[in-house]
């Protein structure tokens, strides 16, 4: 790609783009086996199909029994069709949030892991209700009883991201990045240019330091070396680490200070004055 | 209508817009579907509802119209008045984002892309938010995130029923993440107002997609649309490059999300307030 106006913010910016979708990133389920121990994946929405773009089971976490919901990229050629990059259908939605229920109604907690390019825009996703699918999980998260971690591991596409990204504690690794919109689909919007994707991340501010300094998200957890992709067994201990003080945390909330909690987060998201 | 005056006051110096169209417009309008192409007599178009007496074509209206078309005697005291944009990540693109907040703002002599308003409909107290399409695409930013919410929040303390009418290209880019949260931000407010048993009608209007469909949009108790509206989650041009085909005919219209499920109901703009006004009888504790 031919970069337009290479300033270093535009680069900085542009570059962790690329590191969040680097092609040897570890995916979730890379860090499910290196976090977890007894983990079972549960399949299948009951209405329609199993979505491969999105993992979903139970597993323990240094002990303890909790729910898993995370985005799932390919790593080779086949396996990325099969799990169609990572763009979830309607149907990934519903079984996430099925997961997310059952936890709820065993009191276990749910740890969800956010790394995917966006929600898939196709013919049978809008057929299903893409947009229903990702409405309904966003209702239902916020007033899910049991505790919810959110951890952005890589690329965060706007709402097929957010869709199982609302929780009490919202981290992101330090290469990751959560915005409204690609920098590609951005820059063809606003500039109908794609080799303007640079400066439309840096526009975008999706870099993990401007999202802490919008209060997007509570803290970025540091990578090893190089980025996750050079030690994916470091990157997950460090992540695990988070892990365990965000649950211990949100648990010793009541339920009721817990859904305050979460829904005073968000409440207070936004930038505007008053006239 | 004193919310007028104290509206205009604020922004200064512009005309309010009604006048500005009466300006501006010729006696007959041509039909906008293709199909159609009728001439109409503006007056007719309007005492219409500008709906096309021919073809049934449904304009665009804007939210100070919709409101008016909504609530009794077509009054209704406006709320969160003063809530106004800001630019949180100092966003460039072909020209700054403040530059196009001013020109919407002076195009439209609002704010931001929404209208809260509160009134009677047959009768029954009730919050209408009426979104403004010729606000940058009607697009949902910190400010339209606001007024909703603020809007659930009141429904919730003054137990009355809530409408949104969605007209809107999306999430506004231009104010980036917080634009996105903007949509966990409302659709948690809406968790608490189903908590409380308290109704919430979501009328979708052309066009209705991206993130305000994939959140407040399609929360309703009910789902209703316009004829013919763009409804979806994903743009027509998005889904054609991605999976490399034509789109069949009518998809994400109205009629199309009907047929598929999606929707309780598509009404006619004409039989639109008739419906609102039975709907509310319907959730509306008997008294
Ligand atoms: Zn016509």
Redesign the interface.
């Known amino acids: 790609m031919d970069l337009v106006n290479p300033t270093p913010a535009n680069m900085e910016a542009i570059n962790r783009v690329q590191l969040a979708r680097h092609d040897k990133r570890p995916y979730a389920l890379d860090f499910i086996k290196l976090l977890f121990t007894e983990f079972h994946e549960l399949h299948g929405d009951r209405k329609f199909f199993d979505d491969p773009a999105i993992i979903a089971g139970m597993a323990r976490f240094k002990g303890r029994p909790v729910a898993i919901v995370a985005h799932q990229k390919g790593r080779d050629i086949k396996e990325r069709q099969a799990r169609n990059f990572g763009m979830p259908k309607p149907d990934g939605y519903r079984k996430a949030l099925r997961v997310m229920k059952l936890a709820e109604k065993f009191g276990r907690p749910i740890l969800t892991f956010i790394d995917t390019p966006g929600a898939y825009p196709g013919i049978d996703a809008e057929e299903r209700g893409q947009a229903e699918a990702i409405a309904v999980n966003l209702r239902e998260m916020a007033r899910i009883t049991v505790p919810i971690i959110v951890t952005i591991t890589g690329e965060g596409g706007s709402g097929g991201a957010l869709a199982i990204g609302v929780g009490d504690v919202v981290n992101i690794l330090e290469n990751g990045v959560y915005s409204v919109i690609t920098p590609e689909g951005c820059a063809a919007i606003l500039w109908k240019d794609a080799a303007m994707a640079p400066q439309a991340a840096a526009s975008l501010k999706v870099t993990a330091r401007d999202l802490l300094l919008h209060g997007i998200v509570d803290e970025i957890i540091p990578e090893p070396e190089g980025g996750a992709h050079e030690n994916w067994e470091m990157a997950a201990e460090i992540i695990g680490g988070y892990l365990e003080r965000s649950l211990a945390e949100s648990d010793k909330l009541s339920v009721k200070e817990r859904l305050e909690k979460r829904y005073l987060k968000f409440r207070k998201m936004g930038a505007f004055e008053r006239v | 209508m004193s919310w007028f005056k104290r509206q205009t006051d ?1 922004i200064g110096e512009i005309a309010p817009p009604e006048e500005r169209t009466v300006k501006t417009e010729g006696i007959f309008v041509k039909c906008d579907n293709e199909d159609c192409g009728a001439t109409i007599y503006r007056k007719d178009l309007k005492e219409n509802l500008n709906v096309c007496p021919t073809c049934g074509y449904h304009f665009r209206i804007t939210a100070r119209e919709r409101l008016q078309l909504l609530f009794d005697d077509g009054k209704y005291d406006e709320r969160d008045t ?5 630019n ?2 100092e ?4 020209s700054p984002y403040e530059v196009r907040l001013k020109k919407a703002q002076k195009a439209t002599g609002l ?1 931001d892309a929404l209208i809260t308003g509160e009134g009677r409909i047959g009768g029954v107290r009730t919050v209408v938010c009426a979104m403004e399409f010729n606000f940058i695409g009607g697009s949902m ?3 339209v ?2 007024k909703i ?1 603020l809007a659930i929040e009141y429904c919730i303390d003054q137990r009355l029923p809530l409408i949104i009418v969605s007209c809107s290209g999306g ?3 231009q ?11 409302i ?6 107002l ?2 409380h048993r308290l109704p919430y009608f979501s009328l979708m209007t052309n066009p209705t997609t ?2 305000v ?7 309703g108790d009910l789902n209703i649309a316009e004829p013919g509206a763009i ?5 027509a041009r ?2 054609e490059q ?2 490399r ?1 034509k ?2 005919k009518g ?2 219209r109205s009629e199309f999300l009907l047929e ?3 929707l309780d109901a598509v009404v006619d703009r004409r039989e639109l307030k008739q419906f609102f006004v039975d709907a509310l009888a319907f959730v509306c504790p008997d008294k």
Do not use: N, W
């Open positions: 604020k003063g809530i106004a944009p800001t949180p990540l966003f460039v693109d072909k704010l930013g910190s400010v995130g606001e919410t999430a506004r880019m104010e980036g993440a917080l634009s996105l949260m903007q949509m966990a931000k659709s948690a407010a809406l968790a608490r189903d908590d991206g993130g469909t994939a959140s407040y949009a399609m929360l409804i979806g989650f994903a743009g998005v889904i991605t999976i085909q789109l069949p998809f994400q598929h499920g999606m």
